[in-house]
């Protein structure tokens, strides 16, 4: 949550800052600011509520340029979205400071710097660092060894970058739980939450490890680890380019992801299965011996990815015939679980900072567990760095706040999984075969559900004026319209609910009526006969139907029941991501026909960095 960006250069830094808080945008909306040191060496700072838009207009004429500067986008934790609470924050003699994190004792610091005289205009916790690194100064400190006073302070996660008017010519950094990257430059340095921030000046990357502190000056960079031991981190080149977090011609963020989704599972798959067969070194050089031994998975994640791990649950057990777990990251860390005899630990996160599947992946470490799995979208994250086994997911950016291509990607590769754990727990050489030619006909398939967008935009505008929406799906689909109606609730603010279809009469039809739509997703296996009983306690009861349906399944339309044909039979197992492309799409299409912010919702943040 939250975006950073910083430089120190020989050239005016306040275009690149304000160029990367845009492109940070997606981790943060309510507020954005700038700090400069500029000609007469006095620290100029501005701030503004809303997007970084009213800032870009702000500062028209407002701040002259300068060399050195740090910015910030906000998503609000401590204190309201307004001016006084923005970033950057400022602490007597010129100090200001950026922050992404949560510092849990920041009451108690708070009242001690009170207590000496310290005057606190905003109800942030950030604000509270800037006063203590101030207070050290004031002890004699230089600025470098001042945060690194402060920091071993502070309970709880932080990326923090200060600039200060005694120390005009360095910025100082510093991380715990949240994620910094240095971008390295010629004779000028960078600064940011993200890599995307800072790819139209750089593609050369230095990651922070856990406690680092740094400083970045013109032509150099000295890091410290949280011992205060001067280390040397390695640089390394990014992939991207700066047009992979442009939308191009779309209306939006999310559209351009939707539409890239059969050449990002392709890029999932690529490399990775060759020949009817699953190269299951791709996650790792240890893989198969920990496959091997495999004897049960746990799988933990948030939001989207913990439907991913619903989903896959279905056919570890089913496939494997293993014993598999899904838990939502943030209950798992706190329920000293047990831990069964040679258990596989996977983390799923699209950006590989989530707080709480991090700390669960760390406990995860000390707890008994075979090894550690993390699926991942970011190569350079804190998850890929920390597991064991890894399994890049190649989704490339994603920027809207709506998850979709990272799922579909996520469903990709947790397929590979079941492959590969297959193959050492009873699945034959012929089924290996199938099942890999089943994921490689995907991005076949997404091509061909896309084309369905045309009747599911005339279909939204049915969707547009309703208040609350249920889903439905049955087996491995339950997951998907768990998905399904996330999609909805966070991008047209219409309440959305799910369930197992199986679940209706034990509760959810005591809200059917004719203004409550019923959304059910209607493959042909083996528990579609099961899931048209349920649709009809659904219309004896006067709910509309709208039913995603396999061209096999016999379902029809008729009065009250509206059946959206899917183009073409697909397997149990490419079902999931499938049946996930109309639902996505069905979101977009509402929600721009109710006005909302489709890639910013409000309330909600791309990469959640807190607890």
Known sequence: MCGIVGAVADRDVLPLLIDGLQRLEYRGYDSAGVALLNGDGRVHRLRTVGKVARLRQALDGALASGHLGIAH?????????????????????????????????????????????????????????????????????????????????????????????HDPDTIVLARAGCPVVIGVGDGEHFVASDVSALLPVTRTFIFLEEGDVAAIHRRGVQIVDAQGRPVERPAHLSELSADAVEKGDYAHYMLKEIHEQPRAVAQTLAERVVGGKLLETAFGPAATEVLRRTEAVQIVACGTSWHAGAVARYFVEQICRLPCSVDIASEFRYRNPVVPKNTLFVAISQSGETADTLAALRLAKQAGYLSTLAICNVPESSLVREAGLVMLTRAGPEIGVASTKAFTTQLAALGMLVIALGKHHGLSREAEQELVGELLEIPRLIEETLALEPALRRLAETFVAKQHTLFLGRGALAPIAMEGALKLKEISYIHAEAYAAGELKHGPLALIDADMPVIAVAPNNDLLEKLKSNLQEVRARGGELYVFADPASGLASSDGVHVIEMPKHVSYFQAPIIYTIPLQLLAYHVATMRGTDVDQPRNLAKSVTVE
């Open 73 to 165: 986008t906000r998503w609000a934790t401590h204190g309201v979205p307004s001016e006084r609470n923005a970033h950057p924050h400022v602490s007597h003699d010129g100090i200001a400071i950026v922050h992404n994190g949560i510092i849990e004792n920041h009451e108690p610091m708070r009242a001690e710097l009170e207590g000496r005289g310290y005057a606190f205009e905003s109800e942030t916790d950030t604000e509270v660092i800037a006063h203590r690194i101030h207070f050290h100064l004031d002890q004699g400190a230089a600025l470098f060894a001042a945060v690194q006073a402060t920091v071993r302070e502070l309970h709880g996660a932080y990326a923090l970058a200060v600039l200060s008017e």
